[in-house]
């Protein structure tokens, strides 16, 4: 699902919708823009590869969480933009409230005894 450096730790299932979400709730993007702030923002860690985000979009879609329009990039290409829903917003406060649990559960486990 994510590109790997030999460095980078893999991550928990069912977090890329999320990090998805968490990119477009700062404002509409394209593909390629999503998967570049994800690399920028996350220090290179989380490379997505179209083979991941695109189906992951879809599902997006599908499930009303995102909505979409075709536009024009900075240079001038014809791109489908994404953009977070109401439905969207509120599903990533509760997957984002979800994996802070589980960070912290894991986190707890592994502290020394």
Known sequence: ?????????????GTLHMLILCTLARGPEHGY?????????SEEIVQVGEGSLYPALQG????GLVKSEWKNTGNNRRARYYSITAAGRKHLERES???DRMV???Q??????
């Not at 699902?1 to 299932?13: E, G, I, N, V």
């Open 1 to 13: 699902m994510f590109k790997k450096s030999s460095s980078a730790p893999d991550l928990l299932p």
């Open 33 to 41: 823009g999503i998967a570049a702030k994800l690399k920028e923002r």
């Open 60 to 63: 997006l879609l599908v499930d």
């Open 97 to 99: 409230a979800e994996f």
């Open 104 to 106: 912290r559960a894991i």
């Open 108 to 113: 707890r486990l592994l502290q020394p005894v």
